[in-house]
């Protein structure tokens, strides 16, 4: 038996703001767009308890990542147990991720380039240098990276590169 190819898709569960949150990432990211609205119908709305025509799912792209937005209910709360990481190749990409995410957002949750978003989404927003120096196997210099980091809400890298070589 030939097996298909496998499609992973990230569903993110919200309270009524899925379409919001759709169109939110979509105006950040390159080459996005919404794929799909499907909306609650008079069926099972017994169970659901949802008005029919409002949106039960908003299926969206970020530049080649497939989301779906779930407006399940109050039921589930999403948490920084799960994020998404963004590798960043420079300071203005760093900077321009993290304001456009934060905006709105939780500021306590903001830390060492982590960062909760205004529907309550956890991204990491990673400079690829940082992640360079942490794989560099250079003892020291991992360590006072480290140690900067552990003290920056947004990234620094020009502050973590001074860091790193001491």
């Given at each position: 038996m030939a097996l298909s190819k496998l499609n992973i898709t990230t569903c993110l569960w919200f309270n009524g703001q899925?379409?919001?949150?759709?169109?939110?990432y979509i105006s950040i990211f390159p080459n996005s767009k919404i794929t799909h609205l499907q909306r609650y119908l008079e069926a099972g709305k017994?169970?659901?308890?949802?008005e029919p025509g409002t949106v039960l799912v908003a299926e969206f792209n970020l530049d080649g990542h497939r989301f779906v937005g779930l407006n399940g209910g109050p039921q589930f709360k999403l948490s920084e147990a799960v994020s998404f990481q963004i590798d960043c190749a420079n300071q203005d990409e760093v900077d321009y991720y993290w304001d456009k995410l934060s905006e709105g957002g939780d500021?306590?949750?903001?830390?060492c380039g982590w960062l909760a978003d205004k529907f309550g989404v956890s991204w990491q927003v990673v400079p690829t240098a940082l992640k360079d120096m942490l794989a560099s196997g250079k003892t020291d210099g991992v360590g006072r990276v480290t140690e900067a980091m552990m003290k920056m809400h947004k990234l620094d890298i020009a502050e973590l590169e001074k860091?790193?070589?001491g």
């Amino acid at each position: 038996m030939a097996l298909s190819k496998l499609n992973i898709t990230t569903c993110l569960w919200f309270n009524g703001q899925a379409e919001d949150a759709a169109n939110f990432y979509i105006s950040i990211f390159p080459n996005s767009k919404i794929t799909h609205l499907q909306r609650y119908l008079e069926a099972g709305k017994e169970i659901h308890g949802q008005e029919p025509g409002t949106v039960l799912v908003a299926e969206f792209n970020l530049d080649g990542h497939r989301f779906v937005g779930l407006n399940g209910g109050p039921q589930f709360k999403l948490s920084e147990a799960v994020s998404f990481q963004i590798d960043c190749a420079n300071q203005d990409e760093v900077d321009y991720y993290w304001d456009k995410l934060s905006e709105g957002g939780d500021p306590a949750k903001q830390q060492c380039g982590w960062l909760a978003d205004k529907f309550g989404v956890s991204w990491q927003v990673v400079p690829t240098a940082l992640k360079d120096m942490l794989a560099s196997g250079k003892t020291d210099g991992v360590g006072r990276v480290t140690e900067a980091m552990m003290k920056m809400h947004k990234l620094d890298i020009a502050e973590l590169e001074k860091a790193f070589r001491g």
